[in-house]
């Protein structure tokens, strides 16, 4: 079946650290991937989003490029902010399966002052 | 003027109970979602409604029964609810042939079952 691995949080970074969250995935057709944010008590929210290999997805900084070689798609940002704090979900999404969103566990984002 | 609306947003019952959380998306669109998510963060669908259509049933127990009146609402009734089911409930909606391409969420339905 289809899944999504993320790293494993917490991450804890100062301030204008570069940031990497890792995301591998498995999928029985072509996936599109996505990034979704969550931000405390809210619902999550679109990040960015990739359609096909070597794209790149980008977004408020955060970027992400689709690797078919390495069925990988990891966030990447060069300067972290407070305001970045949350959670981050790494998704796919099948052609011919267009209705479900398959997520990965969520990587715990914070970044201190 | 929120876009996808849950309510309520809190929710705390007993074991045994039925209850019921409603959602409406005022932005057009035409497919609308169910989410578990549980303690761990981990998020994964339940149903998917497509012009009141059922499109994805993913192995929920029938004790959860999704109802969609119109292409604006779907509401999830639980009956007897377990300890496992606490959870935070996101409702969530598409475009018109978009599918999972862009989800909007709304704000979640925190579940406790004591």
């Known amino acids: 079946g289809d899944s999504v691995t993320q790293m494993e949080g917490p991450v804890t970074l100062s301030e204008e650290a570069f940031l990497t969250i890792n995301c591998t995935y498995t999928?029985?057709?072509?996936?599109?991937l996505f990034w979704y944010v969550q931000y405390p008590g809210e619902g999550l929210q679109l990040l960015l989003k990739a359609t096909k290999a070597d794209d790149k997805g980008s977004n408020k900084g955060f970027e992400a490029t689709y690797r078919k070689e390495t069925t990988s798609f990891h966030l990447e940002k060069g300067s972290v902010q407070v305001s970045d704090s949350a959670v981050y979900f790494c998704?796919?999404?099948?052609?011919?399966?267009?209705?479900?969103?398959?997520f990965g566990k969520g990587t715990l984002l914070t970044v201190n002052p | 003027d929120t876009a996808v609306s849950q309510t309520p947003k809190y929710l705390v019952t007993q074991m045994g109970n039925d209850k019921s959380i409603k959602c409406e998306q005022n932005l057009g669109h035409d497919t609308m979602y169910w989410y578990k998510q549980d303690s761990k963060k981990f998020l994964k669908i339940m149903f998917s409604y497509n012009n009141k259509e059922l499109i994805i049933n993913e192995t929920v127990p029938n004790r959860f029964s999704p109802k969609s009146p119109d292409k604006a609402h779907l509401n999830l009734h639980i009956n007897s609810l377990e300890l496992g089911d606490s959870a935070v409930y996101f409702c969530?909606?598409?475009?018109?042939?978009?599918?999972?391409?862009?989800?909007?969420f709304g704000s979640g339905t925190q579940l406790s079952v004591l």
């Open positions: 969530a909606s598409s475009p018109p042939g978009q599918g999972a391409e862009k989800l909007f």
């Open positions: 998704a796919l999404s099948v052609r011919g399966s267009n209705y479900k969103l398959t």
């Open positions: 999928a029985t057709g072509y996936p599109s």
